[in-house]
T-cell receptor, first 114, second 111 residues
Framework: GAGVSQTPSNKVTEKGKYVELRCDPISGHTALYWYRQSLGQGPEFLIY????????DSGLPNDRFFAVRPEGSVSTLKIQRTERGDSAVYLC????????????FGNGTRLTVT | AQTVTQSQPEMSVQEAETVTLSCTYDTSESNYYLFWYKQPPSRQMILVIR??????QNATENRFSVNFQKAAKSFSLKISDSQLGDTAMYFC????????FGKGMKLTVNP
């Protein structure tokens, strides 16, 4: 079946601009996660949704970052006033939402802020 | 705070040989999962194997097995009969919903 889909695959934007990154989880997966992977590093947790609500947003670095999942399926990560330090690969994952359910990752969006 | 350390940044191995990737971690949780993920150039994180901390038996998945030493907080991955397709970044991770990842290790399998 279809896996986790992230669009766009690559995004180049200018410093100060607003960007939206989209994630389509696997059908039926109630949990959705966003991670950020900087060059040469492992992924870092940003936010986790269970259904429509953010169950844990402790990883969002500051108030320029915001994520929504209004219907409990597709999620959008929004970054305002982008900075060069926001350049990274943004990974989305989904799972069935049970304690032992494995995460299924998408191919990520590579964001470059010039 | 939970931490994951992968001290080997890079390794190479000949095809068909066995290689072991090391990982140490720290957590105050009593039950948790440990994972090894593979990340090829496509960027997708692919789950290789996972281990639940309360299970003493080491997990195995075909050519992949782990050596889980709970007291030492060590979780190494052994890849047997290495294949060219195993070439990738490998990440060790700890947690359940909110995973903490190590910095990764680049594995190259040479023909």
């Amino acid at each position: 079946g279809a896996g986790v889909s992230q669009t766009p695959s690559n995004k180049v934007t200018e410093k100060g601009k607003y960007v939206e990154l989209r994630c389509d989880p696997i059908s039926g997966h109630t949990a959705l996660y966003w991670y950020r992977q900087s060059l040469g590093q492992g992924p870092e947790f940003l936010i986790y949704f269970q259904g429509t609500g953010a169950a844990d947003d402790s990883g969002l670095p500051n108030d320029r970052f915001f994520a929504v999942r209004p219907e409990g399926s597709v999620s959008t990560l929004k970054i305002q006033r982008t900075e060069r330090g926001d350049s990274a690969v943004y990974l989305c994952a989904s799972s069935l939402g049970n304690y032992n359910s494995p995460l299924h990752f998408g191919n990520g969006t590579r964001l470059t802020v010039t | 705070a939970q931490t994951v350390t992968q001290s080997q940044p890079e390794m190479s191995v000949q095809e068909a040989e066995t290689v072991t990737l090391s990982c140490t971690y720290d957590t105050s949780e009593s039950n948790y999962y440990l994972f090894w993920y593979k990340q090829p150039p496509s960027r997708q994180m692919i789950l290789v194997i996972r281990q639940e901390a309360y299970k003493q038996q080491n997990a195995t998945e075909n050519r992949f097995s782990v050596n889980f030493q709970k007291a030492a907080k060590s979780f190494s991955l052994k890849i047997s009969d290495s294949q060219l397709g195993d070439t990738a970044m490998y990440f060790c991770a700890l947690g359940s919903e909110k995973l903490v990842f190590g910095k990764g290790m680049k594995l190259t399998v040479n023909p």
